[in-house]
């Protein structure tokens, strides 16, 4: 469990039900045809709110640290969250219409 708490910070978790929002509301909208696909919209957005998280957590003082910002913070955990976001919307989304016959 060691190795998980170092890529996914679970105080990151409420930030999955946001992106689940997020992605309803993206998926209502009409977006452009030049705007990114939603999985990418999405991505991008759980990046930047966890490098932001990751800036306020570490020590930024040298370039690795930075780099370490981004990478452990900003990628792991903004791919973890939006993985998660889009499976539970998926498997909530196929509950929901399932049909039960007996």
């Known amino acids: ?5 170092l890529i996914f910070d679970a105080k990151l978790i409420p930030w999955v039900f946001v992106v689940n929002i997020l992605g309803l509301w993206l998926k ?13 919209l999405l991505f991008m957005s759980s990046f930047i ?5 990751g800036w306020l957590h570490l ?9 370490q910002m981004i990478l452990e913070y900003g990628l792991c955990n903004g ?6 976001a889009i499976f539970g919307y998926d498997v909530f989304h196929a509950y929901r219409k399932k049909e039960y016959t007996i």
């Open 49 to 53: 709110v966890c490098t932001f998280f």
């Open 1 to 5: 469990m060691e190795f998980l708490s």
């Open 28 to 40: 209502r909208m009409k977006l452009p045809e030049w705007a990114p696909p939603i999985p990418l």
């Open 59 to 67: 020590e930024v003082d040298s370039g690795k640290a930075v780099a």
């Open 79 to 84: 791919v973890l969250i939006t993985l998660i």
